[in-house]
């Protein structure tokens, strides 16, 4: 399934993107952004830092063609962090956080796009200026430049990295609901 044409440039995929899951202009001028846990939306605040992280994360969408939705954010999380955010805490926390879910419902899908994550060249958060230049490429060209869908096999090493992955995500998760008990006591 191609969604964005490789011709496309990506400031128009950005568009066609931002229209069809109805974020108005990726929300990058949001003074809050929501996250989702089960039915509740948690308001927080939209920093400088998840702006240049969600503006890459965006990019990778179009390249990989993961959806936004709770599927898709959990096999990019995948993705993203087998081919590394670099200098991006703020995609190592968030992309975390959906790994920790994905997990749980759907295991075998970002597994998956780990080890696509692990072959890939590069991603976008590695020595890549967000500008005009960037959005400017076609979707091809940045495909081309990361090689996302490489076909050499994975390695032992791969599998033993999801693994870690795995079980920092549960312990983070643990921590993460620990801390919410104890907070939730209080009140």
């Not at 869908?149 to 795995?166: P, Q, R, T």
Request: net charge positive.
């Amino acid at each position: 399934m191609n969604t964005y044409s490789n011709d496309l440039k990506i400031k128009d995929a950005l568009q066609l993107y931002f229209s069809k899951y109805h974020f108005a202009n990726g929300g990058y001028n949001l003074k809050w952004f929501k996250i989702k846990i089960g039915f509740i939306y948690i308001p927080l605040p939209n920093t400088k830092d998840r702006i240049a992280a969600v503006k890459i994360h965006d990019i990778h969408h179009l390249i990989t063609e993961y959806e936004a939705n709770l599927q898709g954010e959990a096999e990019i999380a995948g993705w993203e962090i087998a081919s590394g955010c670099g200098k991006y805490y703020v995609a190592w926390i968030l992309n975390f956080a959906s790994f920790f879910y994905g997990m749980f419902f759907f295991p075998m899908l970002m597994f998956h796009a780990f080890m696509r994550g692990r072959k890939c060249k590069t991603n976008f958060y590695h020595n890549i200026v967000y500008d005009e230049i960037l959005l400017n490429k076609t979707v091809g060209e940045l495909k081309q430049m990361a090689e996302p869908n490489a076909v050499e096999k994975n390695s032992v090493k791969d599998h033993l990295l999801f693994a870690g992955c795995c079980l920092f995500s549960l312990l983070m998760g643990f921590i993460f609901f620990f801390i919410l008990y104890k907070v939730y006591e209080l009140f």
